[in-house]
């Protein structure tokens, strides 16, 4: 091991050491040594969610955090390359931020189930059927999407989102679950229309003391937790602290102890006393959470992991910046459109 890689493999060490085997930690230094003689070449820098593998994580990005931290850290950039560690809908929102950036995604599909769960086609429907109505789009959606909106949100400011555009009624999409705990939050009525052969169902589409319009999509990862779950956990570790993600059911929000996006739950538990902690997540949050901890017990339920998270890894992260790819574009009538929604959004603060 040279001496950068060993300087690499120091500090990966002091804050893995208890999360991951020291020869991973050794082979991925010297990886991490070569990402960064990349990054340097390239004049890039390195995003990484929240949830990427905790050597990934712990290593090569220059900045780290939820979708909403990363989308600003996107737009202040002045680097001239952009990797994102993370699924194609957050490289996507760094491109419409940046359209004169290389942007690179380091695996090829690294979807969502909540992006691919409407189309734009869908949001031009919808806005058929309720004219004049805003539309928030949650970020988890493609450029094209973005485009038919008004704003977009993240689930840490989907709230604030909803109520920056003091309207009787939204368009919320396309989290059947987020909409659910926001519309609690904020006290509105929430529908959700749903399609048949000739559209929309009239009964249902009636305004009457509806104030928010939902979609269907739902996350693949946190539909899965159950207020069973909790129940379980809570009768074998009295003492444990939940934690979920508000793309979680409405039930199992209410059945947690706290729950707000990636970055508020990291905060939380730095903040918190608990000796037992358990976080209703994608599991790779949970060894980061827990390596930043080390004096906290976090609760491992990983039967549910994201698959599109799950493939960016630090070999892909190093090819990425060596082969160019995979080149995030999008055509510029429509990143114009998406810009406006995305922007509105980081303007709110
Ligand atoms: P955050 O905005 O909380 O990071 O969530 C992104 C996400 O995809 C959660 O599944
Ligand atoms: Fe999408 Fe769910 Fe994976 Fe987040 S955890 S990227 S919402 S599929």
Redesign the pocket.
């Known amino acids: 091991m040279n001496s950068e890689a060993q300087k690499l493999y120091e500090e990966m060490k002091l804050h893995l050491a208890n999360v991951v085997p020291d020869f991973e930690l050794a082979y991925k230094a010297e990886i991490a040594v070569e990402i960064n003689e990349l990054k340097k070449k390239r004049n890039a820098v390195i995003l990484g969610?929240?949830?990427m593998e905790p050597v990934l994580f712990y290593s090569v990005p220059d900045f780290k955090?939820?979708?909403?931290?990363?989308s600003r850290k996107a737009a202040q950039t002045d680097k001239d390359v952009v990797v994102f560690c993370?699924?194609r809908?957050?490289a996507e929102t760094a491109k419409i931020l940046n359209p004169n950036k290389t942007v690179l995604l380091p695996a090829t599909k690294a979807g969502?189930s909540?992006a691919a769960s409407i189309t734009a086609e869908d949001v031009r429907n919808l806005k058929k059927k309720f004219p004049g109505v805003p539309v928030v789009t949650y970020?988890?959606t493609y450029a094209d999407v973005k485009a038919e909106s008004d704003i977009c949100c993240?689930?840490?400011n989907a709230v604030a989102v909803v109520e920056s555009l003091n309207t009787d009624t939204v368009i919320f999409l396309p989290d059947q679950y987020l909409a659910s705990n926001v519309a609690k939050e904020s006290g509105k009525h929430i529908i959700f229309p749903s399609l048949t052969p000739s559209g929309f169902s009239q009964a249902e589409t009636s305004l009457l003391d509806v104030q928010m319009i939902g979609w269907h999509g739902r996350?693949e990862?946190?539909e899965k937790f159950t207020v069973k779950d909790i129940d379980t956990v809570r009768a074998q570790f009295p003492d444990v602290v939940i934690l979920s993600?508000?793309?979680c059911s409405p039930d199992v929000v209410n059945a947690s102890d706290f729950s707000?996006?990636?970055?508020?739950?990291i905060q939380y538990v730095r903040e918190s006393k608990a000796p037992h902690y358990l976080l209703l997540?994608?599991c790779s949050m949970g060894d980061n959470v827990a390596a930043a901890n080390p004096e906290k017990d976090m609760l491992r339920l990983c039967m549910v992991r994201?698959p599109h998270?799950n493939t960016i890894t630090m070999e892909d992260t190093r090819d990425a910046l060596k082969y160019n790819r995979y080149v995030i574009d999008i055509p510029e009538e429509i990143r114009i459109k998406a810009f406006q929604a995305v922007d509105r959004m980081i303007k709110i603060g």
């Open positions: 969610h929240n949830y955090g939820d979708s909403l931290d990363l993370g699924v809908f957050m969502c909540l970020v988890n993240t689930s840490s996350c990862v946190h993600h508000p793309e707000g996006s990636t970055n508020a739950m997540t994608e994201c998270m």
